[in-house]
């Protein structure tokens, strides 16, 4: 696949603050990518970078073969859906969406046609002659999706646009959103922090932080082998655990050698070791790898979640079957359920789930943090 | 429910009767009477020298030249204000916040002092000897005779009515939000075509609201003129002062030339507001 924008050894600063340091990034033509990282990683700049809005301190931008660090915006080819919108309070629906083409002097009957296409296509037709300030949140978002898609863009930027959202709304704008990308074979390079969104989208997901890109790769590789203990714990819920590499296919923690899947270790290299919740067995407590004692239950659902503590370690496991606090348990792990990664500066930062609880749950939760950033 | 906001209204239809009602009603009353209080059309025709014996109006001696000068310095200092206080306007409401405080404050300051003292010191920066002769004199220019000139009394206008220019539109300007203007260069605006189709539909309300507070106290101002201006030509404000406190005191005329004065300000302003298509999204400033 061809590579629409690369991203070279970027750098950009503000204030003596380093935002991005040395970010290298390569966008196939027609993918979804999302840059995906908790607030202040850097992947609204890095977007930005893209759209022109900053001009990056070091470092290199590419369209295609093209050298663009100093094109200024309006003539990027490139459009931004922003996160509050940004739509034109002066004028109505029809000529929001009609701006781009009225700038570029396109013919009136061109843009009447363009105009109704992409009003079809986001459902607001016969929105035309209405105020923006009279439209819901999601309509507007429609407006500001059919007013970038106006202008024929090869690259759309999204800025965590569906943040203002409402959960339900959301969801919906999400399935919309990426049947939108896959009708029009565009590149979409979206930016959010809701792990979740980034997963259920995204053909690669680009996991940031402290201004560094933490991975590349697809859903399901950042989910399945995380490369980090960042990446393991803001995607999903983790038992990130102190290990040994003892030889290849073989780690051990908690005393205790387990066979694994991971190999090209150092000999007796030490690792972090990542279980998720839902890939541990319990099993009877005499013929589990590892014997703890239930410390919480929570009913989830779908699912309980349950802290067992193993020898001071609290893990949490989720599990279709009730067990009663104070009850001991055995734990049985698959080889392909455990991922080992390398030591890395986050290593140590994300023990265990000792101080786990619903409260905690909560702060965690987007809808919390989204209010929060607000 | 009703009843009780009718009440709380009660004091604000005290003060609007007292200083706005009744002083109206009098101008009134004094420009259709005569001194017996008997009902006139003399008091207005006498504004336009109409002899109605004669039927024929005679220009030189009307102050129709007076009232049509006094709207041609108003119109001037308003686009003269107008094109000084937009661009400084609009960079106060992008600076930071810190010096948009600033900035708003060194603009109202002199608001601050009376206007008879900012006057004087216009009087005496343009005078004969004056800072301004004395700086162009430094490299062999003048000196300039701008006292007592029409010239004169525009920049006094100007000065004195600046900051009615600058603040509305500061305060629609700064509601122009950094993404609107990103958002329209991300659709291929340059910076002209930003101005044209973002900044300048945005800040309409501004304008006019500043035009409104700039032009109705210029054109029916007083002493500003014969400060500045010298006595060659009064303007309107001038006359009507004249009328009630002069030598030769003429309540009905002065009320008439009032009448007519307010008549014409309203059609100035009904013409500027045609102006405002766009009521379809939230105005912001001050309205008069």
């Known amino acids: 696949m061809k590579d629409i924008i690369t991203l070279k050894d970027i750098a950009v600063s503000f204030d003596g603050e380093t935002i991005l340091d040395g970010l290298d990034l390569s966008i196939h033509d027609g993918e979804f990518v999302t840059l995906l990282g908790p607030s202040g990683c850097g992947k609204t700049t890095t ?100 007013r970038a898609l106006a202008n024929n863009p090869r690259v759309l930027l999204l800025d965590e646009p569906l943040a203002a959202l409402d959960l339900k709304l959301r969801k919906d704008m999400q399935v919309e959103l990426k049947n939108i990308q896959k009708s029009l074979g565009i590149t979409f390079v979206y930016v959010t922090h809701d792990q979740e969104e980034a997963l259920s989208m995204s053909d690669t997901v680009v996991v940031m932080d402290g201004g560094r890109i933490q991975q590349i790769g697809t859903p399901t590789d950042i989910y399945n082998e995380p490369q980090n203990a960042f990446v393991a714990d803001f995607i999903g819920e983790s038992n ?37 919740p839902e890939d541990i067995d319990i099993v009877e407590p005499e013929k589990g790898d590892l014997i703890g004692r239930v410390t919480n239950i929570t009913f989830k659902g779908v699912h309980y979640e349950i802290i067992v503590d193993v020898k001071g370690f609290k893990w949490m496991i989720q599990t279709t079957d009730f ?52 | 429910m009703k009843k009780k906001t009718t009440a709380l209204a009660a004091p604000f239809g005290i003060w609007m009767a007292i200083f706005t009602i009744v002083p109206i009603a009098m ?54 204000s107008l094109i000084i206080a937009y661009p400084l306007a609009f960079s106060i409401s992008r600076a930071t916040e810190r010096v948009q405080l600033t900035m708003v404050m060194l603009v109202m300051l002199p608001m601050w002092m009376n206007f008879l003292l900012r006057t004087q010191a216009i ?39 600046l900051p009615y220019m600058i603040l509305p539109l500061y305060s629609v300007m700064v509601k122009i ?79 008439a030339l009032s009448l007519v004065l307010m008549v014409l300000i309203f059609l100035c302003m009904a013409c500027t507001r045609l102006v405002d298509k766009s009521d379809d999204y939230e105005k912001g400033g001050l309205t008069l």
Request: charge should be negative.
């Open chain 2, 123 to 161: 009087k005496s920066l343009l005078s004969e000897s004056g800072l301004l002769n004395q700086f162009i004199g430094l490299f062999g220019f003048g000196p300039l005779e701008i006292l007592n000139t029409d010239a004169a009394i525009v920049i006094g206008l100007v000065y004195d009515f």
């Open chain 2, 27 to 80: 101008v009134l009353w004094f420009a259709f009477t005569d001194a017996n209080g008997q009902f006139t059309l003399a008091n207005v025709q006498e504004i336009f020298a109409f002899d109605p014996s004669k039927g024929e109006t005679l220009w030189e001696d009307s102050f129709v030249s007076t009232i049509l000068y006094s709207l041609w310095l108003g119109f001037l200092t308003t686009v003269i």
């Open chain 1, 47 to 146: 977007l930005r970078i893209i759209g022109g809005f900053i001009t990056p301190d070091r470092g290199d931008v590419f369209f295609g073969d093209q050298r663009v660090n100093k094109v200024p915006p309006h003539k990027r080819r490139v459009n931004t859906i922003f996160q509050r919108y940004a739509l034109f309070p002066h004028l109505n629906v029809y000529e929001n969406v009609a701006f781009g083409m009225r700038v570029q002097k396109k013919s009136k009957a061109e843009i009447a046609e363009t105009v109704e296409k992409m009003l079809a296509l986001v459902n607001l037709k016969g929105f035309e002659k209405r105020a923006v300030s009279t439209l819901s949140g999601g309509q507007q978002q429609r407006v500001a999706i059919a």
């Open chain 1, 323 to 374: 067990h009663a606090v104070d009850s001991v348990i055995g734990i049985m792990i698959d080889p392909q359920e455990i991922q080992v990664m390398k030591k890395s500066e986050y290593s140590g930062m994300y023990g265990d789930y000792s101080s786990f609880s619903e409260e905690f749950d909560e702060l965690a939760d987007p809808e919390a943090e989204n209010g929060a950033a607000q």
């Open chain 1, 240 to 276: 990130i655990l102190d290990g040994i590499m003892r030889e290849d296919y073989l780690v051990e923690f908690f005393g205790k050698t387990f066979r694994c899947v991971d190999c090209g270790f150092g000999k007796d290299e030490p690792v972090d070791v990542v279980v998720r």
């Open chain 2, 177 to 255: 939000g950094k993404s609107e203007i990103e958002a329209a260069q991300d659709l291929g605006a340059n910076t002209f075509s930003v101005f044209r189709r973002v900044v300048l539909p945005l800040s309409v309300p501004g304008i006019l609201n500043g035009i409104t507070m700039v032009f109705v106290p210029s054109v029916s101002t007083f002493v500003i003129s014969t400060l500045l201006g010298g006595s060659k030509r009064m303007m309107i404000g001038d006359v009507i002062e004249s009328m009630f406190v002069g030598e030769a005191p003429n309540m009905g005329v002065g009320s």
